[in-house]
DNA sequence: TATTTTCGAAACGCTATCGTTTCGGAACGC
DNA sequence: GCGTTCCGAAACGATAGCGTTTCGAAAATA
C-alpha cells in the first residue's frame, strides 16, 4: 500500500459529514437537506465535503449505510416469541420520533434515486427483515410453520401493516397492531391440522 | 345571493391550475412542486393563482381532494370475491406510473403537513379503505368472518404490505401478494371451527 | 358608457442553494 | 526545511423559487 504524500484526508471531518447528514435527514428531510447546512453543521468546509462525495445523492448512500441500529436476533423457542420481540423493536423505532422521522424522510429520497433506495434495503432495513426472516426459518424447521410457507410475504405481511399506518392511516403504531400481523401469519402458515396456540393473543 | 361587480373569477382557470398541480406531482414530487411551474403549465399567470390559494399547500389540499379515483364496490356474495375486486384495484393502481409516482410523492408531503395528511386520509386512500370495510362488515354479518374482528386491524393487514412492498423493498406488487394478504386476514378472522374455503387459492 | 374585477404576462427585489475558488495555516512524506 | 495535500472559512457568480406588483386587455355590473 503506497502512502500519499500530504496531509491525509481528516477520518474525523469524514465521520463528523456523515453523522450530520443524518441528523439532518431527521430534522428536515431528505429533500431539505443542504451541503451548506451539512458542511456548517460538522464544523467542516464545503470543500471538505465535495472533495469526498461528488453529490448529495452519494453522501447520503454512504450516510445511510453508517446507520446500524441495534437489531435483537432473539431465539426464545418459538417463532411466535422471536417474531414478537422483533416486532417491539420495529414498534420502538417508530415510537422514536428521530428514527421515524429519518424513515419518513427517506422514502421520498427512495422514489427519486435508485441508489438511495437500495442503500435503505440493503441497510437498516435490510437487517432487520434478515432477523425476522432467521425467526421464520427457524419455525419452519421446528414445524410451526409449513414448509411451504412465502416466507417473503410472511415477511411482508408483518412489516407492511406498522408502515402503512405510520406513514399513510397515522393510525396507533402499537402492540395491538404488531400482535395482530404476527398471529395472522402464523395462522395463515400453520401446519395443516394444527390448533393455534396463542400464547400472547389472538387476532385480528 | 349577491353578484359582485367586476370580471368573475374563471373557472376554467381553477380547473387548470389544480389538474396541473395534480399532474406537477406526478412528474416531479411534492417538494419539487413550484408554483411558477404550475402557473406556466396550466397557461395562467401567477397572480391568479396566489388570488385562490395563499400557499402551495393550501392549493395542494384542494388538488388532493379532487383526485377522484374509480374504486368499484363489489358485491359478489363473499368477503373474499368482494375483497380481492378491491384489492386487484388497488393493484392496478400500482401498477399505474402515474398513480404509484402521485401515491409516493404524497408521502413525504404528508410527513410534512397535516393538513396534506388528512386530505389523502380522506381523499382516494379514505375511499377504498371504506370500499373495503363493507366488504368486512358484509362478511360478519354473513358469518363469514367472526364477529369480534377488529376491522381496522384487517384493513390494514391487506393495505399495508402493498404499500410497502411497493415503497420500499421494491418486491412485486402482484395477484400474489394480495391473495396472501387476503388470505391471511379471511383465516385470522375465521369463525372458530370453519374450515377456510381457498376458492381462489391458499395462503401464504 | 363607466366602473370594477380578473385575466395572462412580465418584471420586480429577495433569499437560498448550488458547485467552485481562494485564502492562510496545518499535517504529513521526503 | 520543502513540497504537497488537506484543513476550515469565506467569498464567488449562477440559477431558481419566492410572493408581489405592474401592465393593458377582457368581462362582468350598473
Chains 1, 2 share one sequence.
Not at 465535503?49 to 454512504?62: C, F, G, I, P, T
Not at 431465539?75 to 420502538?92: F, H, I, P, V
Amino acid at each position: 500500500m503506497t502512502r500519499a504524500p500530504g496531509r491525509p484526508r481528516s477520518k474525523e471531518a469524514h465521520e463528523a459529514i456523515l453523522r450530520t447528514a443524518i441528523t439532518l435527514i431527521r430534522e428536515v428531510g431528505y429533500d431539505a437537506l443542504t451541503m451548506d447546512a451539512i458542511a456548517a453543521r460538522a464544523g467542516v468546509g464545503k470543500a471538505t465535503v465535495y472533495r469526498r462525495w461528488k453529490s448529495r445523492e452519494a453522501l447520503v448512500v454512504e450516510a445511510i449505510g453508517g446507520i446500524v441500529a441495534a437489531v435483537p436476533d432473539p431465539d426464545t423457542g418459538s417463532a411466535e416469541g422471536d417474531l414478537m420481540q422483533l416486532m417491539r423493536a420495529t414498534l420502538a423505532m417508530y415510537a422514536d420520533p428521530a428514527s421515524a422521522a429519518l424513515l419518513s424522510g427517506l422514502v421520498a429520497a427512495m422514489a427519486r434515486s435508485e441508489p438511495i433506495a437500495q442503500a435503505v434495503r440493503t441497510g437498516f432495513v435490510g437487517m432487520r427483515r434478515a432477523a425476522m426472516r432467521r425467526a421464520l426459518e427457524r419455525g419452519i424447521a421446528r414445524g410451526e410453520l409449513r414448509a411451504e410457507t412465502d416466507v417473503e410475504l410472511a415477511l411482508d405481511l408483518m412489516s407492511g401493516p406498522l408502515f402503512w399506518r405510520f406513514l399513510v392511516t397515522g393510525g396507533p403504531v402499537d402492540q395491538a397492531l404488531a400482535q395482530g400481523a404476527v398471529q395472522a401469519v402464523l395462522r395463515a402458515s400453520a401446519p395443516d391440522g394444527s390448533s393455534p396456540h396463542p400464547t400472547e393473543g389472538r387476532a385480528p
